[in-house]
């Protein structure tokens, strides 16, 4: 199953039926439903920024955050209840992507993701190359673990196919296998824990149902049926219990045969 999780949506847009269209154009023997997932986008510039997040991810099913600065995403990284990072690579970003920072937010469910719409849809060439320079220091730095592709298409027309995204990636730097988990495995976890995040408790311990009851009328019949077989065990037990006449001869151990063979020899030699 392919995932795009980035699809600006508005009520009034002409173009929004085109476009889910477009994208729930499924190839063949694949089922035709097409799930939507609200998503809630922040721009964070201070860390401080933060205070009503907790409640937002109980009312939105996948809550991305936009940081502007290295302080906004660090604390991202360590320290924000969110299900995405995602950033704009169609500018020039004024910091540098580390290993430990975005190791940080991967080892906690958090995801990079990148969205190629802005780049390619008439945005010029320096957006372009700012996408394609930002998606490779991000892979770099993230050793191609912990990234999602996304469209964040304002139209139908910034919208690829799945192996046409694939092979963005491996323009990028990643390789065919990684690009194809971006939009696949990667954002399946990424909805699965947002889900876990809502519906569980503090996202380890979550309730399913666990079928019907059974009648305390059922209970005294499923007791006696216990009982009964367990005499019947018991009666088996009892009846294989008892030793044969072969099995009650024990074997000989080696030195009871060396000394019935020395009595033999001198009962033999006496007479």
Not at 99 to 115: D, L
Request: overall charge positive.
């Amino acid at each position: 199953m392919f995932y795009d999780l980035n699809l600006p949506y508005a009520s009034d847009d002409p173009e929004i039926s085109n476009t889910l269209s477009f994208l729930a154009e499924p190839p063949k023997n694949v089922p035709k439903g097409l799930t939507l997932l609200t998503r809630l986008n922040l721009t964070l510039s201070d860390p401080a920024q933060n205070q009503r997040l907790a409640s937002l991810t109980q009312v939105y099913d996948l809550v991305a955050i936009r940081p502007t600065n290295e302080k906004a995403l660090l604390n991202a990284c360590t320290n924000l209840e969110c299900d995405i990072i995602s950033l704009d690579f169609s500018i020039r970003l004024p910091f540098h992507f580390k290993f430990k920072m975005v190791s940080a937010a991967i080892s906690r469910g958090v995801r990079f993701e990148i969205c190629y719409g802005p780049g390619i849809t008439g945005s010029g060439l320096d957006a372009r190359r700012n996408l394609i320079g930002n998606a490779m220091s991000l892979i770099r730095a993230t050793r191609g673990r912990g990234i999602i592709i996304s469209s964040e298409a304002q139209r139908a027309l910034a919208v690829r196919a799945p192996w046409d995204v694939i092979n963005l990636a491996c323009v990028w730097g990643l390789s065919q296998e990684r690009g194809k988990e971006a939009i696949c495995e990667e954002a399946r976890k990424v909805t699965a824990l947002a889900k876990l995040k809502r519906t569980s408790w503090r996202g380890i311990i979550d309730i399913v149902a666990g079928g019907v009851t059974k009648t305390k009328a059922n209970v005294p019949l499923q007791k006696k049926s216990q009982e009964a077989t367990g005499d019947n065990l018991k009666r088996k037990a009892s009846v294989g219990s008892e030793p044969t006449g072969e099995e009650a001869e024990k074997p000989l151990s080696k030195r009871e045969m060396k000394r019935r063979a020395k009595k033999a020899r001198l009962e033999s030699a006496g007479a």
